[in-house]
């Protein structure tokens, strides 16, 4: 009957778009992936021995414990984490990438490369079909099997899921070492550290409270509590984030920011050129205008991930704050 | 000018022809049976007078189109108290009934301007339900169900009645009970039945005027005694219809007598 | 059986009014006395009447938090809830199905996907900060029942209950990976999938709490004025046509009222499953079928409901915020349960 076969093709496509948007909506929850403080295990401490000269193979032991042996540096890679591109870039090794995850977005010419899936939608095909080398990807979503799927051909994979700044460290390493690029990688760390240290010690956030927004009120307020890079950064910096008692990112109400009064504000909204720009639009939220920040207008807007991702400008990011809160002293 | 009128009625769901080219019409104080076996059409009939499926040629009532009537003003004169009611929610019998009265107020917010009260009440009372009058519908019998639509019927108080199968879960009380109240309702003035029937002895007992229907077509139409005449029946049937009757009747006599 | 033959009048008794009156702004007062941040019981009374008064509050420690914060998120939960349960009700008589909701027939996605498609594509009205989104919303709303109606009518045109719910369930994952598809494509201006798929009543100011009583004094009051005709679908659609009532209008009327306030709820609260469903039913189970009481029952326990929920969703894991949906399902499927076994116990 004419009536069952539409039903049955109906059904069909409803299952599919069923796991089709389960999947979706997983990957585009506002916790972000990297900052899944459960899901990953400790950061290894794991800096690279190996490197005679003679011999022109490297093997790393990526952040899931596993080893990876190269017979030469990677001169063809995808990545599909945002951090890990911003690495390869920052290493000057953007020409070896063939391939990014959809929401690598930094540097601009990133974009230029062919995408691919990620997260829980990774497709295995697309990634073969690039015929890279080596594959960088976060621990969060790939099942063993994937794995195992992509070494079957040929491609190394590499897990590398860095959740603070020691791990981003251990992470720009390892890049480092796959790619030939050592002694940048080693630059770039010390930078960092250079960086960092600076910081610390001219810094002196006088115990001062700072709340970070991830996402704004009309959607529900998410901040970034312990365990984050945001709240690293604000440790770093003398500050007190108000949601220490929140682990990871987490939808927190609007009456605990009023009430915890932050002396600044840190908002990761992107503005699109209409309407309020995220700053005014805290700034005319109505109850919150005896809070410390909004009456001194101490919110920095930080729009290109900054103090999210575990990548080289985390340092940028926090002397971004630095300074905000400098000017705003 | 009759008080209905229906020319050339015709329903066809795609290429499945329900009713061709049916004609008849009703005159006050008639009461017509339309008979004919299963799948005559009989009952869609009723549903295009009360505009439940779309059909084409012209059904007249009053001197005007139906198509032209307002739901409301064509309630307060053509009802129809239909075979299958399965209830859903636990609506009272009086709130199935006092629905019967939705025609006579314009609004929700309009009190009882219009007898509403007495008018259900004496429907209630009519159909023998006084005593269900708050139990559940989805509590009641087939019978007490059918009951409880032939009560809203009456609070609706149209001036032409369109039954269909009005008897078909009642026993022979009600049976009779039902025809009789029906057959004095007729009595007043500017009334007229329309009712589809199985059963040919009521069809003959009650009815003034017939239609006889076969595969969508009109067969035979006018006074009952006519149309219910043993050759018509005969073909349309393809039995013999009055001995069957007969047979049957018999059957009643034989026991009366044995015992 | 035994009859008491007393003569019910069919609207609500007063006292039965006054009991919702009374308890409806009861569980409002504990609505706001009770959040994530304490503040004395004392001080928020003293704030309310000051705030009533007019006189000035702005120098007061929890002024802005009761105030500016908790009582119009508080009010708007009343009134969302109030809403999603008028419409649910409004459904389940006019389709004679007591599973039909705007979350069981995709009404709320399909306005969830009209709303993403306005932020998306940056579908704005000028000067109407929200109406972009409202209107596409409440378009979409609209188009999903025509949708999901016009295919019901066309696989079974009893509109039998499997049927509509079946194709309403199906409807509902279309046009949600509609929806997911939209939000990947235009990930960096919609982060927010929680919010439409479980929902958030967080930062509601008067503005929202406004348009919400508008929306539910206009489109509420014209489902609540069609009680009647209402009770005439819910005994089934071919009676209705049969005692007078203007089907096709009737059935448009209701579908357009509620699709406006389903897309208004959802552009404001995003999508708050099983408050249009569970309330109407609950409520029929204590008040009857009868929608002239049903309708207006259910607007109250709709508001009660859902300030309920909310209250759950701001305090349980302070200071964390569940998201509304989560709180309405469990909370829903539990009473739900509970009133339905205790409910078939007596027999009715």
Request: net charge negative; glycine share 8%.
């Given at each position: 009957m004419n009536a069952k076969k539409i039903i049955a093709l109906i059904m069909a496509l409803a299952m599919l778009t069923f796991v089709f948007c389960g999947c979706a909506k997983k990957d585009n929850a506002p916790v972000s992936s990297s900052d899944l403080a459960e899901q990953t295990p400790p950061a290894e401490e794991q800096t690279p021995d190996e490197g005679e000269p003679a011999d022109t193979s490297v093997s790393v032991i990526d952040m899931l414990g596993r080893e990876v042996t190269l017979d030469e540096p990677a001169s063809r890679i995808v990545a599909l984490t945002a951090a890990d591109c911003e690495i390869i870039y920052a290493l000057g090794a953007g020409d070896l990438l063939v391939g990014r995850g959809a929401y690598c977005d930094y540097p601009p010419e990133v974009l230029e490369l062919p995408s691919v899936e990620s997260g829980y939608d990774t497709n295995i095909e697309q990634i073969i079909d690039l015929e890279p080398q080596v594959l960088f990807m976060s621990t969060m979503a790939q099942s063993e099997e994937q794995s195992k799927q992509l070494e079957d051909a040929g491609v190394h994979v590499v897990m590398n899921d860095a959740q603070n700044i020691e791990g981003v460290y251990s992470s720009i390493g390892m890049i480092g070492q796959l790619l030939g690029k050592q002694a940048e990688a080693d630059a770039l760390i010390a930078d960092m550290k250079a960086k960092f240290d600076d910081l610390k010690n001219k810094a002196d956030g006088e115990g001062k409270t700072v709340y970070f927004e991830v996402s704004p009120l009309q959607y529900g307020l998410w901040t970034a509590g312990t365990d984050t890079f945001m709240n690293e950064i604000a440790d770093m910096l003398g500050l007190v984030n108000i949601f220490a008692d929140v682990t990871g990112w987490g939808e927190v109400s609007e009456e605990q920011v009023i009430d915890r009064?932050?002396?600044?504000?840190?908002?990761?909204?992107?503005?699109?050129?209409?309407?309020?720009?995220p700053i005014e639009e805290i700034m005319s939220r109505p109850g919150w205008e005896n809070v410390t920040a909004v009456k001194n207008g101490a919110i920095l807007n930080l729009q290109n991930d900054e103090l999210s991702r575990p990548s080289p400008r985390l340092a940028e990011g926090a002397q971004m704050l630095y300074d905000f809160i400098n000017e705003a002293k | 000018m009759s008080m209905l009128e229906v020319k050339d009625l015709s329903v066809s769901y795609g290429d499945l022809h329900i009713l061709r080219d049916v004609s008849f019409s009703v005159e006050p104080g008639q009461w017509l049976m339309i008979i004919g076996p299963n799948g005559a059409g009989k009952t869609t009939i009723l549903n295009s007078i009360s505009r439940g499926v779309p059909y084409t040629g012209t059904i007249v009532y009053q001197g005007r189109d139906i198509r032209r009537w307002k739901p409301r003003e064509l309630a307060l004169n053509i009802g129809l108290l239909s075979q299958n009611n399965s209830m859903g929610y636990a609506f009272t019998v009086e709130e199935i009934v006092r629905l019967g009265r939705y025609a006579h107020s314009a609004s929700v917010l309009s009190g009882d301007k219009d007898g509403r009260e007495e008018a259900i009440d004496r429907a209630i009372a009519l159909t023998g339900l006084e005593g269900l009058r708050?139990?559940?519908?989805?509590?009641?019998?087939?019978?007490?169900?059918?009951?409880?639509?032939?009560?809203?019927?009456?609070?609706?108080?149209?001036?032409l009645l369109m039954l269909d199968e009005p008897t078909n879960h009642l026993d022979l009380v009600y049976q009779k009970q039902v025809f009789n109240l029906i057959r004095e309702w007729l009595t007043e003035n500017g009334r007229a039945v329309v009712s589809v029937v199985h059963d040919l002895s009521l069809a003959r007992a009650y009815g003034t005027h017939a239609l006889l229907l076969s595969k969508g077509r009109t067969v035979a139409e006018g006074p009952v005694s006519e149309v219910t005449a043993p050759k018509l029946?005969?073909?349309?049937?393809?039995?013999?219809?009055?001995?069957?009757?007969?047979?049957?009747?018999?059957?009643?006599?034989d026991e009366d007598s044995s015992t | 059986m035994a009859q008491i033959p007393h003569k019910r009048k069919e609207g609500l008794y007063v006292l039965e009014y006054l009991a919702f009156l009374a308890v409806t702004p009861a569980v409002f007062f504990l609505c706001v006395c009770v959040g994530s941040v304490k503040v004395p019981l004392g001080d928020t009374v003293r704030l309310i009447l000051d705030a009533i008064r007019g006189s000035d509050i702005s120098g007061i420690k929890f002024a802005s938090i009761i105030v500016s914060v908790r009582i119009p998120r508080v009010l708007s939960a009343a009134l969302v809830g109030a809403s999603l349960s008028l419409c649910g009700a409004g459904m389940q008589g006019l389709l004679k199905n007591p599973l039909a909701d705007g979350s069981t027939l995709g009404v709320s996605s399909a306005a969830s996907l009209g709303a993403v498609i306005a932020i998306a594509f940056g579908i704005t009205v000028p000067f109407l900060p929200f109406a972009g989104t409202m209107i596409m919303a409440i378009l979409f709303a609209f188009l999903g029942l025509l949708i999901i109606l016009s295919l019901a009518y066309k696989l079974d045109s009893s509109l039998s209950t499997n049927t509509i719910i079946l194709i309403g369930v199906i409807f509902s994952m279309f046009v949600s990976s509609i929806t997911s598809l939209v939000i990947t494509f235009a990930s960096d201006k919609i982060k927010h999938i929680t919010f439409w798929t479980m929902g958030s009543l967080q930062g509601n100011n008067y503005t929202h709490v406004l348009i919400l009583c508008g929306a539910l004094v206009i489109f509420g009051g014209v489902i609540l004025l069609h009680a009647r005709e209402l009770n005439a679908f819910a005994v089934g659609e071919d009676n209705a046509r049969n005692i007078g009532v203007n089907v096709r209008r009737v059935r448009l009327t209701i579908l357009i009222c509620v699709s406006a306030l389903i897309g208004v709820c959802v552009s404001i609260g995003g999508t708050i499953a099983f408050v249009g469903l569970v309330t109407p039913h609950m409520t029929r189970i204590i008040v009857g079928p009868n929608h002239k009481k049903l309708l207006p029952v259910s607007v109250f326990a709709g508001a009660i409901f859902l300030m309920l929920s909310d209250l759950a969703a701001r305090i349980l894991l302070n200071p964390l915020e569940l998201p509304i949906g989560v709180v309405t399902s469990m909370i829903g499927s539990v009473v739900f349960i509970y009133i339905f076994i205790t409910g078939r116990r007596k027999g009715k």
């Amino acid at each position: 009957m004419n009536a069952k076969k539409i039903i049955a093709l109906i059904m069909a496509l409803a299952m599919l778009t069923f796991v089709f948007c389960g999947c979706a909506k997983k990957d585009n929850a506002p916790v972000s992936s990297s900052d899944l403080a459960e899901q990953t295990p400790p950061a290894e401490e794991q800096t690279p021995d190996e490197g005679e000269p003679a011999d022109t193979s490297v093997s790393v032991i990526d952040m899931l414990g596993r080893e990876v042996t190269l017979d030469e540096p990677a001169s063809r890679i995808v990545a599909l984490t945002a951090a890990d591109c911003e690495i390869i870039y920052a290493l000057g090794a953007g020409d070896l990438l063939v391939g990014r995850g959809a929401y690598c977005d930094y540097p601009p010419e990133v974009l230029e490369l062919p995408s691919v899936e990620s997260g829980y939608d990774t497709n295995i095909e697309q990634i073969i079909d690039l015929e890279p080398q080596v594959l960088f990807m976060s621990t969060m979503a790939q099942s063993e099997e994937q794995s195992k799927q992509l070494e079957d051909a040929g491609v190394h994979v590499v897990m590398n899921d860095a959740q603070n700044i020691e791990g981003v460290y251990s992470s720009i390493g390892m890049i480092g070492q796959l790619l030939g690029k050592q002694a940048e990688a080693d630059a770039l760390i010390a930078d960092m550290k250079a960086k960092f240290d600076d910081l610390k010690n001219k810094a002196d956030g006088e115990g001062k409270t700072v709340y970070f927004e991830v996402s704004p009120l009309q959607y529900g307020l998410w901040t970034a509590g312990t365990d984050t890079f945001m709240n690293e950064i604000a440790d770093m910096l003398g500050l007190v984030n108000i949601f220490a008692d929140v682990t990871g990112w987490g939808e927190v109400s609007e009456e605990q920011v009023i009430d915890r009064n932050p002396d600044y504000i840190v908002t990761i909204s992107m503005y699109f050129g209409e309407g309020p720009t995220p700053i005014e639009e805290i700034m005319s939220r109505p109850g919150w205008e005896n809070v410390t920040a909004v009456k001194n207008g101490a919110i920095l807007n930080l729009q290109n991930d900054e103090l999210s991702r575990p990548s080289p400008r985390l340092a940028e990011g926090a002397q971004m704050l630095y300074d905000f809160i400098n000017e705003a002293k | 000018m009759s008080m209905l009128e229906v020319k050339d009625l015709s329903v066809s769901y795609g290429d499945l022809h329900i009713l061709r080219d049916v004609s008849f019409s009703v005159e006050p104080g008639q009461w017509l049976m339309i008979i004919g076996p299963n799948g005559a059409g009989k009952t869609t009939i009723l549903n295009s007078i009360s505009r439940g499926v779309p059909y084409t040629g012209t059904i007249v009532y009053q001197g005007r189109d139906i198509r032209r009537w307002k739901p409301r003003e064509l309630a307060l004169n053509i009802g129809l108290l239909s075979q299958n009611n399965s209830m859903g929610y636990a609506f009272t019998v009086e709130e199935i009934v006092r629905l019967g009265r939705y025609a006579h107020s314009a609004s929700v917010l309009s009190g009882d301007k219009d007898g509403r009260e007495e008018a259900i009440d004496r429907a209630i009372a009519l159909t023998g339900l006084e005593g269900l009058r708050n139990q559940s519908s989805l509590t009641l019998s087939g019978g007490e169900l059918q009951r409880t639509f032939l009560a809203q019927l009456f609070a609706q108080d149209p001036r032409l009645l369109m039954l269909d199968e009005p008897t078909n879960h009642l026993d022979l009380v009600y049976q009779k009970q039902v025809f009789n109240l029906i057959r004095e309702w007729l009595t007043e003035n500017g009334r007229a039945v329309v009712s589809v029937v199985h059963d040919l002895s009521l069809a003959r007992a009650y009815g003034t005027h017939a239609l006889l229907l076969s595969k969508g077509r009109t067969v035979a139409e006018g006074p009952v005694s006519e149309v219910t005449a043993p050759k018509l029946l005969n073909e349309v049937y393809s039995m013999d219809v009055y001995s069957w009757m007969r047979e049957m009747y018999s059957q009643w006599t034989d026991e009366d007598s044995s015992t | 059986m035994a009859q008491i033959p007393h003569k019910r009048k069919e609207g609500l008794y007063v006292l039965e009014y006054l009991a919702f009156l009374a308890v409806t702004p009861a569980v409002f007062f504990l609505c706001v006395c009770v959040g994530s941040v304490k503040v004395p019981l004392g001080d928020t009374v003293r704030l309310i009447l000051d705030a009533i008064r007019g006189s000035d509050i702005s120098g007061i420690k929890f002024a802005s938090i009761i105030v500016s914060v908790r009582i119009p998120r508080v009010l708007s939960a009343a009134l969302v809830g109030a809403s999603l349960s008028l419409c649910g009700a409004g459904m389940q008589g006019l389709l004679k199905n007591p599973l039909a909701d705007g979350s069981t027939l995709g009404v709320s996605s399909a306005a969830s996907l009209g709303a993403v498609i306005a932020i998306a594509f940056g579908i704005t009205v000028p000067f109407l900060p929200f109406a972009g989104t409202m209107i596409m919303a409440i378009l979409f709303a609209f188009l999903g029942l025509l949708i999901i109606l016009s295919l019901a009518y066309k696989l079974d045109s009893s509109l039998s209950t499997n049927t509509i719910i079946l194709i309403g369930v199906i409807f509902s994952m279309f046009v949600s990976s509609i929806t997911s598809l939209v939000i990947t494509f235009a990930s960096d201006k919609i982060k927010h999938i929680t919010f439409w798929t479980m929902g958030s009543l967080q930062g509601n100011n008067y503005t929202h709490v406004l348009i919400l009583c508008g929306a539910l004094v206009i489109f509420g009051g014209v489902i609540l004025l069609h009680a009647r005709e209402l009770n005439a679908f819910a005994v089934g659609e071919d009676n209705a046509r049969n005692i007078g009532v203007n089907v096709r209008r009737v059935r448009l009327t209701i579908l357009i009222c509620v699709s406006a306030l389903i897309g208004v709820c959802v552009s404001i609260g995003g999508t708050i499953a099983f408050v249009g469903l569970v309330t109407p039913h609950m409520t029929r189970i204590i008040v009857g079928p009868n929608h002239k009481k049903l309708l207006p029952v259910s607007v109250f326990a709709g508001a009660i409901f859902l300030m309920l929920s909310d209250l759950a969703a701001r305090i349980l894991l302070n200071p964390l915020e569940l998201p509304i949906g989560v709180v309405t399902s469990m909370i829903g499927s539990v009473v739900f349960i509970y009133i339905f076994i205790t409910g078939r116990r007596k027999g009715k």
